[in-house]
């Protein structure tokens, strides 16, 4: 990716889809547009499940377009409450309509799991500016999203990747040497294998810096989601997996680091707050001023440690980063897998380590192929999924 952009001019607002705008990320970027309402406007929404959410932003927003993806909550009867001038769209396909509106100047891919990928891909082809945080889609489809993108198309969200696409600005490529993609170690940090086999969803979504939904907060716990932050860098930045080390950065002050060639080293530093990262991914190449922003008083800071990741421990990271260089369709019988588990252990059907085991298991039923379409990948899914039940039921 380079400097290039499709940032607004200084008088047109960027008109944005929010996809996904109930969930952590979606709420952090309804408050980055109501502290920068002279910049973004927010033309469209969608939610899941949550309509009372969508029918308070899009009163609050003044939307043109709203969709409720689960058809289950179609009816709910607070959907009387939208404006009147308010388009309701039901189902998941609703998502490629709103990122595809001509009306919309950039998507902020807010979803959750491999449910977003459609929507990123059919934005991507429309030529849609891209705020990036629903990585699971990269990680199981950049073989097909990237190609597509011109650069400056796509702006990472992700904190790490923010980090290290802000660490890239001005840079040549063949100058990369290595990234150094840091990460909290989540709330097991220290903690030896046998101690995970009974801890709890309570103890999993305690996280030690950030908050975020929780099937990343339980990808934070068993290190899965360093492991597709390492594929998704792959993709983002065109580099393979040897050249990403990741790095134990406790305090979540360092969000990554890009070194060079010539043995420099540049870091993105700030606070764990995911609203930076959404702003700069709306304001790129510009930075906006931002007195709601958290500063960091660096003089009175505690130290800033590091520590190399406990492959061993977390194996989840292991697997990802052997499915990063298997590649081709591995990444996404992974995904689903996880998103399988991760989802048992929070319903408290699976204990923590079965979700590494999960993995592990249809990785290794996996036919591995070159990724082909969206449709192919979504019976790749699919697939993975229906193994991962049946590892989880004792059938596999
Ligand atoms: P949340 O679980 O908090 O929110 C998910 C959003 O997606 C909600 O709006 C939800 O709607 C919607 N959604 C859930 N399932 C579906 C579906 N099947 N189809 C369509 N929409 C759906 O997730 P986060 O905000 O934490 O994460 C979103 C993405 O951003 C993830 O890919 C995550 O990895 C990434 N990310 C998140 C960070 C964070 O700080 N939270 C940091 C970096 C990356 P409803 O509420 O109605 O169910
Ligand atoms: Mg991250």
């Known amino acids: 990716m380079s400097n290039h952009t499709t940032a607004a001019s200084d008088t047109d607002r960027l008109n944005i ?15 980055v547009a109501r502290h920068h309402s002279s910049q973004v406007q927010i033309l469209a929404l969608s939610v899941h499940h949550n309509t009372k959410k969508l029918v308070e932003a899009a009163r609050e927003f003044s939307c043109s377009y709203v969709a409720v993806t689960d058809p289950a909550h179609s009816d709910d009867s607070v959907l009387q409450e939208l404006p009147q001038e308010t388009k309701l769209l039901v189902g998941p396909e609703a998502l490629v309509t709103l990122a595809t509106l001509p009306e919309v100047d950039c998507v902020v891919s807010a979803v959750v799991g491999f449910a977003g990928i459609e929507s990123n891909y059919a934005a991507a082809k429309a030529g849609k500016r891209l705020a990036y945080a629903n990585k699971e889609s990269i990680v199981v489809g950049g073989d097909l999203i990237m190609p597509l993108l011109h650069p400056g198309q796509l702006i990472p969200v ?8 802000q660490c890239l600005q001005g840079e040549q490529k063949a100058s990369l040497y290595r990234i150094w993609l840091t990460c909290s170690g989540g709330p097991f940090f220290g903690k030896v294998k046998q101690e995970l086999e009974h801890v709890t969803v309570q103890d999993a979504l305690a996280h030690p810096t950030w908050s975020m939904g929780s099937k990343i907060t339980i990808d934070s716990a068993t290190l899965m989601n360093k492991g597709l932050e390492v594929i998704e860098a792959c993709h983002l930045f065109d580099v393979p997996e040897d050249k990403i080390t990741v790095l134990i950065q406790r305090q979540s002050r360092i969000h990554s680091m890009v070194e060079f060639r010539d043995g420099s080293i540049k870091a993105q530093l700030g606070a764990s707050d995911m609203r930076a990262c959404i702003r700069y991914a709306l304001s790129y190449p510009k930075r906006w001023d931002s007195p709601e922003a958290e500063r960091i008083d660096w003089g009175s800071e505690p130290p800033i440690t590091f520590n190399e990741p406990d492959m061993e421990t977390f194996g989840c990271l292991k697997l990802a980063r052997q499915a990063s260089r298997t590649g081709r369709t591995m990444p996404c019988a992974m995904n689903a897998a996880n998103e399988v588990a991760n989802a048992a252990f929070r319903r408290g059907d699976c204990g923590f380590l079965d979700i590494e085991r999960t993995c592990a298991a249809v990785m290794e039923h996996h036919t591995i192929r070159p990724v082909e379409s969206v449709h192919q990948l979504e019976e790749v899914d699919a697939e993975s999924r229906a193994q991962a039940r049946e590892y989880l039921a004792g059938r596999l």
Not at 18 to 30: D, F, Y
Not at 160 to 165: C, D, K, L, Q, T
């Open 158 to 165: 992700d904190s790490e990747h923010s980090a290290i696409f």
């Open 17 to 31: 889809a929010v996809l996904g705008c109930s969930g952590s990320i979606g709420t952090q970027t309804l408050d």
